[in-house]
């Protein structure tokens, strides 16, 4: 079982930056590969980013790419999200999960076994 507690979310203006950390308890963070999604009101949750155990790949949505960079600290069980250039249409409750597999298909948001509560990104033109 793994709990994982998004941070760092707020109100930014555009061209903004914002940095959301997800911490996880358990000794086992290692072991999962770790997503970022977001859901805006109205929408459907989309994936935002994945990065793999061992941080040795990324992923992103194409809306994101160029903008947004995923690590993870396995020390520290933290995953993170820089979020730089921020537009309005990113405003979003943006949600870390962890996936147990680790085999891919890490845009898919079924992939993931653990999901933190969320936390509230709003961008102001």
């Known amino acids: 079982q793994v709990q994982l507690v998004e941070s760092g979310g707020g109100l930014v203006q555009a061209g903004g930056s914002l940095r959301l950390s997800c911490a996880a308890s358990g000794r086992t963070f290692s072991s999962y590969a770790m997503g970022w999604f977001r859901q805006a009101p109205g929408k459907v949750r989309e994936f935002v980013a994945a990065?793999?155990?061992?941080?040795?790949?990324?992923y992103y949505a194409d809306s994101v790419k160029g903008r947004f960079t995923i690590s993870r600290d396995n020390a520290k069980n933290t995953v993170y999200l820089q979020m730089n250039s921020l537009k309005p249409e990113d405003t979003a409750v943006y949600y870390c999960?962890?996936?147990?597999?680790?085999?891919?298909?890490?845009?898919?948001?079924?992939?993931?076994?653990?999901w933190g509560q969320g936390t509230q990104v709003t961008v102001s033109s």
């Open positions: 990065i793999t155990r061992s941080a040795g790949n990324t």
């Open positions: 999960a962890a996936d147990r597999q680790g085999i891919g298909g890490y845009t898919r948001y079924n992939v993931y076994d653990y």
